[in-house]
């Protein structure tokens, strides 16, 4: 049977996170488009970016946002160090702690905030 190892696991969330981020980046997009078409429909989006299914996403979009980031650091220092590439599990865990670490204090920050 196969094993899921950090690296693999990296892989595919790195992968995934990357397409909700384009994701969000096509729906930003849209969204300002519809702002600009009259204070009716700007309040209408601006009312929908209050609801807390819309802070949850961000909430979330933080979260992708940080370990794309963070990966691809890690990513980058393996492709031009042999030091990081002996320590790939290592520098794979850090990663997922320091995100975490990162995501929990965002979170926390991001939900307080008044909508």
């Known amino acids: 049977m196969y094993k899921v190892r950090e690296g693999?696991?990296?892989?595919?969330?790195?992968k995934i996170t990357g397409v909700s981020i384009v994701l969000f980046l096509l729906f930003h997009i849209w969204?300002?488009?519809r702002m600009s078409k009259g204070p009716e429909a700007?309040?209408?989006?601006?009312?929908?970016?209050?609801?807390?299914?819309?802070?949850?996403?961000?909430v979330l979009l933080l979260g992708a946002i940080l370990f794309h980031?963070?990966?691809?650091?890690r990513l980058i220092l393996g492709?031009?160090?042999v030091w990081a590439m002996e320590k790939n599990k290592l520098l794979a865990w850090l990663a997922y702690a320091l995100v975490g670490v990162l995501f929990l204090v965002g979170a926390y920050?991001?939900?307080r905030a008044e909508g």
Not at 8 to 14: G, Q
Not at 69 to 73: F, Q, T
Request: hydrophobic share 55%; aromatic share 24%.
């Open 8 to 14: 693999y696991f990296s892989w595919i969330l790195h």
């Open 31 to 33: 969204g300002m488009s």
């Open 42 to 58: 700007f309040d209408a989006v601006i009312a929908a970016y209050k609801t807390p299914l819309f802070r949850a996403g961000e």
């Open 69 to 73: 980031a963070i990966n691809g650091v």
């Open 79 to 81: 492709e031009f160090t």
């Open 109 to 111: 920050f991001m939900w």
